[in-house]
């Protein structure tokens, strides 16, 4: 029963940093890319990956995914009351139980900075750039 509970939260952790990953990648880092005055290399990017014409055209829908996966992995480690630790070995070393429960707040909160980060960025900067007169 705990093999299955640790799947279930290391499929929800990796399935959040790929979705915040493609947040990243369809706002922020074209945003950046272009900031700095590397258009050329965005307009490679799209025409090699095509696919970030689409994340780009159904951002709604690509952080509404994104958002849910994260706060169902939050829920999963913070949210639950029955969210028990890791049997302690006989020695007080660690066991692969606490260590793939720490891998997996790792991947957390990676994935929660950069949803954060393409959030900020598709959404955020230009009307900020726009009040501040950039």
Do not use: H
Request: net charge neutral; with cysteine; hydrophobic share 55%.
């Amino acid at each position: 029963m705990r093999v299955l509970k640790s799947l279930k939260q290391d499929f929800v952790s990796i399935a959040s940093l790929f979705t915040s990953v493609s947040t990243l990648l369809c706002c922020a880092l074209p945003s950046l890319l272009v900031a700095v005055g590397m258009g050329a290399v965005v307009a490679g990017l799209v025409s090699d990956f095509p696919a970030l014409i689409w994340l780009s055209k159904y951002k709604e829908w690509t952080f509404l995914v994104a958002s849910i996966l994260i706060g169902f992995n939050f829920w999963l480690f913070y949210g639950r009351k029955s969210n028990q630790a890791c049997e302690i070995d006989e020695f007080g070393n660690e066991t692969p139980c606490d260590t793939a429960a720490r891998w997996s707040k790792i991947i957390l909160w990676v994935s929660f900075g950069l949803y954060v980060l393409g959030l900020f960025s598709a959404y955020l900067l230009l009307p900020l750039q726009q009040f501040l007169g950039i």
